[in-house]
C-alpha cells in the first residue's frame, strides 16, 4: 500500500512500508522522494552525518540537532487514499551521498491503532 509523506501539504515522497513490526509500531521500506524532497532533505543528512555508515562512528551534538530539526518539521503520513494516519516519528534515511540515489529509506513509528488492525488484519477495512 502506498504512503505519502507531506509536509504542510507539499508531497515530500512515497513509499510502500513494504516492512513493519507490528509489536513495535514501526513501518519501513524504500522511500522515492518527491519535488517537496529537497525541502527537508538537509535535516535528514544531519542525521547520516551524526551516524556514519554503516556502523561508524556517532557524533551525539549533531544527533541532537537532527532530533530537534526532524521534530520541528511536521511531516505527516497519509494512506493511499489520502487519510492522516498518526505517527510518533517519521524518519528518512538517507545516505544517497555515500551509496547512490537509491540509498533512501522511509521509516516511521505509528501510533495509530486502526492503521495496524488493517495492517496485520486484512478483512478490516
Known sequence: MRHTVRLHGVIVGHSDLEH??????????PFRPGLGYELVQPVFRLFSQ?????GG?????MLERYYQARDKLGLELQDAEG???TTSVIHIVDYTEENGPAALELDVLISDDGY?????DPRVN
Open 50 to 54: 551524526a551516524v556514519r555508515y554503516p
Open 57 to 61: 562512528e556517532q557524533d551525539p551534538q
Open 83 to 85: 487519510r492522516p494516519i
Open 116 to 120: 495496524w488492525r488493517k495492517r496485520t
Open 20 to 29: 513493519c513490526d507490528a509489536g513495535l509500531r514501526r513501518a519501513w521500506g
